[in-house]
């Protein structure tokens, strides 16, 4: 009989032998009645910071039944199990075969893409996978480039790709949705090539390095299934069959000015085809702006964020890189509360350059599988809304979030000399609003220019980011440093349209066409997107 075990404290240094033997004695078992043991769930605890230890739920498998009642552990009751928590059961709708010879075109190579494509493929239906940029190492040469050159394809970047946004940033797979797709997503990570310790972190992460051959893993997966894959293929318009009481999808038609004629089309496009977004609402697709969130990204030594978390534990091998989440609520006349938070934590990354259109420039960030680098970067942002926009002077229309990070970046790019530098400014000069003319050390390429960031962005973003700063350092002491550089800007935090779909995952305006993932507004990382990639091909598959 298996059990879950929740609230297991376990040291840093504890083995787990060690554990197994306390579990018998706190449960009042013998050694020899626990068949298994493994960990199923590992957060770390550093609120004090001389006693960081795991919390760890345990997956015990027993020789007996426990009798009713069942013990108490640490406050919490032990749980029996009907089937292991280490081996999440795949998903029921795709376990069977389709019926039928419908063929689903699918825009985009991100994780709502690549999810959606290997569900139906695997149920036997016909798919194509059209990805407007290039594979994942071809891509990897075009950011080097950016990064070495300031030289910027606007095809092939940060944000084009096989692979979305999130292959070339962290790969962190934490979320905060409760979905039963959610274990598949991570198993199926580990299927190709991932290690099985995402399946446990409470913080899960891949690293940029590891990415790149899980999804050439998945791109091979794709092929044998009969995928028809292609790349640097972009789908500028839909077309559209309309009968006077429907319009229904027939396909899309090429940026070459081919057509492809297809029964359902997954929009997966990822939050920077802008270019998409503005044909779509052209055709009538309907779609509404939502609040998204705009600032800038700090850079720390790493050494700084690890003394500050984990104390004189910096350092300890199983504690890694450090990261953090901090959030601030600044009084606002217009939301009563307005947030600032960090974004994208990147332990021991670097920061890149992440603009998508010539003209404009904004950054983002990225680490490795082992976090190694002498520093730490994340998004300090603040919230944006629709009314927001209005009232400082940018048009009315579902794509006015859209107007508004054109014109940050394009504000960016000018402030950096008209290229695809960063404008920076020390942390600590930020904070105390005047500029010393000098930046910390950074890592920064193609390169970092020092700027005054307060003449850069409007007052009424400028404000709040000051305020949240403030309130990070009270909450992670020696936040604000001289040694931290902030640099601009950060925009693509999430998509600011939501394109509106009913629950049958259809666009309202159009059957046949299944918006999905963080460009279509639905999700906000590489986990929450695969889901709802995975949730556009559940209903095709229901709707035969």
Known sequence: MRYAVANVRVGLDEDESAVRQRLAAELGLDAQDILACHCARRAIDARKRARIHFVCTYEIE?????????????GQPVRPLSRSLLAPPRPGIFQSQATGQKHVIIIGAGPAGLFAAMALAECGMRVTLLERGKPVEARMRDIGRLRSRGELNPESNICFGEGGAGTYTDGKLYTRIKHPFLRWVLASFVRFGARPDILIDAHPHLGTDKLVRIVRNMRAHLLKLGVDYRFETRADELLIHDTGDERQVAGVRLACGDEIRGDAVVLATGHSARDTLMRLHEQGIAMQAKNFAVGLRAEHPQSLIDRAQFGPLAGHPKLGAAEYTLTHQV?????????????????GGLIVPSPTEPGYMAVNGMSNAKRAGRWANSGVVVQITPDDIARHGIETSPLMGVSFQRQLEAATFAAAGGRYAAPAMRLSDFVAGWASGTLAPTRFKPQAVTTDLHALLPDWLGRPLVEGLKGFDRKLRGYISEEANLLASETRTSSPVRIERGRDMQSVSIRGLYPAGEGAGYAGGIVSAAVDGLKAAEAILRDG
């Open 62 to 74: 027993l020789a007996k039944t426990l009798p009713e009642p069942l013990p108490v552990h640490a």
């Open 331 to 347: 009084a606002d006349p217009h939301l009563g509360r307005r947030g600032v938070y960090s974004f994208c934590m990147c332990p």
